[in-house]
Nanobody, 123 residues
Framework: QVQLVESGGGLVQVGGSLRLSCAAS????????MGWFRQAPGKEREFVAR????????YYADSVKGRFTISRDNAKNTVDLQMNSLKPDDTAVYYC????????????????WGQGTQVTVSS
């Protein structure tokens, strides 16, 4: 089992940057593929980015490609999301998630979730 805690959210102006971090408990972090998802009010949870267990392969939603970067440090049990050129549509609660299964962009297939961190982009 793994526990996830996100941090780094906040209020930022359009075009600004934020770096989200997710800290994982346990000694088996490297066995999990990790993902970031987000949910805006009145909308469904959507995929943002994911990263494989050990080879660092990444995959992004089209809406964030070229602006967001996901990375992980298996020695520190962390996964980060660097968000640049933020837009009002990026406003949402951002969640870190872990899956023991194959890397996926489908949120129901993730086993563990953090509590979420709010990102608000003001225009």
């Amino acid at each position: 089992q793994v526990q996830l805690v996100e941090s780094g959210g906040g209020l930022v102006q359009v075009g600004g940057s934020l770096r989200l971090s997710c800290a994982a408990s346990g000694r088996t972090f490297s066995r999990y593929a990790m993902g970031w998802f987000r949910q805006a009010p009145g909308k469904e949870r959507e995929f943002v980015a994911r990263i494989n267990r050990s080879d660092g392969t990444t995959y992004y939603a089209d809406s964030v490609k070229g602006r967001f970067t996901i990375s992980r440090d298996n020695a520190k049990n962390t996964v980060d999301l660097q968000m640049n050129s933020l837009k009002p549509d990026d406003t949402a609660v951002y969640y870190c998630a872990a899956t023991r299964g194959l890397p996926t962009s489908r949120w129901p297939e993730y086993d563990y979730w953090g509590q979420g961190t709010q990102v608000t982009v003001s225009s």
